[in-house]
């Protein structure tokens, strides 16, 4: 199986703040990586596909990129409606797994 | 509107067994590809299973092959998961999510863009 190492695990950043998450895979996924968001108590929903694709709705402040093991998830102005886990996933292999998750806190 | 909208969970001894319905709307549900997803309690999402649109190939995890069986049926919209066996270890919300697919080149990039809201399912004595 494919393991996806996400980091951090968990952050505290303010409103404005650019911020970025990377994660990585334990071999390389060419551009097979995704990325959702999860609100407490709702489901996740998707933000970008193909590492760098962005997902129909979801703001430009979102950008993906990387390639082969290592890719980030950078949001370039944190918005009060982004304190959320993200989470990760590859779906190179039949069994998709996700990442541990990151957990962005209001500092 | 795209609707997909997961039943059937609930409390089941361990042992017991459980059988999830995820009713899909909006769209054309026999062309596409479905999984189910599981969330236990204040962990990360893990994939479960994976179906065809037409039902032929069909994956499942290492942790409930074996025990779980997914399915569907394109005439009613429903994808389902029979699970049998279960275990503390199942407790957790279930969702079910569509998978498409973009095409770059020669190259498929697939991901799960429509999620259902989930449905709990607790394995408890």
């Known amino acids: 199986d494919i393991q996806m190492t996400q980091s951090p695990s968990s952050l505290s950043a303010s409103v404005g703040d650019r911020v970025t998450i990377t994660c990585r895979a334990s071999?390389?996924?060419?551009?097979?990586l995704n990325w959702y968001q999860q609100k407490p108590g709702k489901a996740p929903k998707l933000l970008m596909y193909?590492?760098?694709s962005l997902q129909s709705g979801v703001p430009s402040r979102f950008s993906g990129s990387g390639s082969g093991t290592d890719f980030t998830l950078t949001i370039s102005s944190l918005q009060p409606e982004d304190f959320a886990t993200y989470y990760c996933?590859?779906?190179?292999?039949?069994?998709?797994?996700f990442g541990g998750g990151t957990k962005v806190e209001i500092k | 509107e795209v609707q997909l909208v997961e039943s059937g969970g609930g409390l089941v001894q361990p042992g017991g067994s459980l059988r999830l319905s995820c009713a899909a709307s909006?769209?054309?549900?026999?062309?596409?590809?479905m999984n189910w997803v599981r969330q236990a309690p204040g962990k990360g999402l893990e994939w479960v299973s994976y179906?065809?649109?037409?039902?032929?190939?069909?994956y499942y995890a290492d942790s409930v092959k074996g025990r779980f069986t997914i399915s569907r049926d394109n005439a009613k919209n429903s994808l389902y998961l029979q699970m049998n066996s279960l275990r503390a270890e199942d407790t957790a919300v279930y969702y079910c999510?569509?998978?498409?697919?973009?095409?770059?080149?020669?190259?498929?990039?697939?991901?799960?863009?429509?999620w259902g809201k989930g449905t709990t399912v607790t394995v408890s004595s």
């Open positions: 999510a569509r998978m498409v697919y973009s095409k770059s080149g020669k190259t498929n990039y697939y991901y799960m863009d429509v």
């Open positions: 909006g769209f054309t549900f026999s062309s596409y590809e």
């Open positions: 179906i065809s649109s037409s039902g032929s190939t069909i």
């Open positions: 071999q390389s996924i060419s551009s097979n």
């Open positions: 193909a590492a760098s």
């Open positions: 996933q590859q779906s190179y292999s039949t069994g998709v797994t």
